[in-house]
């Protein structure tokens, strides 16, 4: 059956044609950003710090035209940069109020210069060059992580990074290079270099989020919830498996749980769990209060899609990661029938939401064999 879904504020996400698109108050996210088969997306509460994503941007050294070439969003809103002097040319938000552990994001594309460098203007560690033409990056400063670059097509990249201990108020610049290894607030280029740029974004966070359009003021995009009770009809509390396909949006050391409940608090449940530990999962399966099964396995990568099932049988308690048992415990009790009657993006209660991609989840009513697992 269909899920609960509550956001309470419109988001974005990649449709089918590669383009961002919003999507309205409580719709769900169904997002193409990974091509072929689409995932739900579904991330905390997040706030774009950057007061105008894609207008009244400020320039040094350079002409701006905005509006000047289609962007990501498939209008004609991209604005294009000139050089106009060879050093320092670079287009930069107004004041952001950078959080201790503040992400960045940016679309940026090549038009005839090879290299970007992303700076926050606050400190020298804060920076990265970039190579726009083939999609990778040079050298970057000491507090600036957790970097990624994602093609979107039509030879935009959106590029991102983690500024850590970046407390303060400062802007978030672009310099037009011609280098991968220019010191921080260095690169220069020749006059007439130009690229173009789409969608700025900051947000207090050790990972970057979809896209938050903002207009002249700061915007927030609240979490998804998703969840769906009333449904003991669907789940089997004796025996059943639980199967997903999902990627964790970052290994950033919280709990993110995917829960069948009788939805009392703490009461009989399992549960899929992405731990506190990198790229630990933990299976775990409650009589009661009482803790029965608890299978613990490290994936070598939590952020890619993995293939995990979690099997509860009277004596029979497994757990399959992409084709392979890892975890098992053949001699634990099950909770009596007709209980679990809830599954949830967290853990039955509100907490510990499951940020992620899900590309497919199933809840089967019986036990599956070990070739059925596989």
Known sequence: GDFTFTRGSEATRINASGLIEAVGDDVP???????GCPILLLEPQRTNLVFSSNSALSSTNMDLAYDNIISPDGTQNAYKSTTTTGSGANVRTLNVAFTTTSSF?????????????????AAVNFYVNVDVQNGAFGTNGSQTENLSIQDYGNGWYRVS???TNSAGTGT?????????????????????????????QV????????????DGSTVTRNQDICTRDGISSLINSTEGVLYVEVAALSDDGTFRQICLSDNSIFGNRMFLRLDTTSNQITFRYYIATSLTVNLVYTLTDTTAINKIACQWELNKFK??????KVAEDLSANVMGANLMDKISFNDGIGTNSFF??????????????DAELI
Request: hydrophobic share 30%; proline share 3%.
């Open 29 to 35: 996210r169904i997002d193409h950003s990974n091509g």
């Open 319 to 324: 757990l399959y990661v992409n084709g392979n």
């Open 356 to 369: 992620g991609k899900t590309k497919q989840l199933q809840v089967f009513k019986t036990a599956l064999t």
């Open 203 to 214: 947000e207090a966070g050790s990972y970057a989020t979809s896209y938050i359009p903002t």
């Open 161 to 163: 990074g983690t500024f």
């Open 172 to 200: 978030l610049r672009i310099y037009t290079g011609s280098s991968s290894s220019h010191p921080w607030a260095g690169a220069s280029a020749p006059i007439g270099s130009f690229n173009y740029g789409f969608g700025f």
């Open 105 to 121: 994001s940016v679309f940026l594309k090549y038009g005839n210069n090879q290299w970007y460098q992303i700076i926050n203007s």
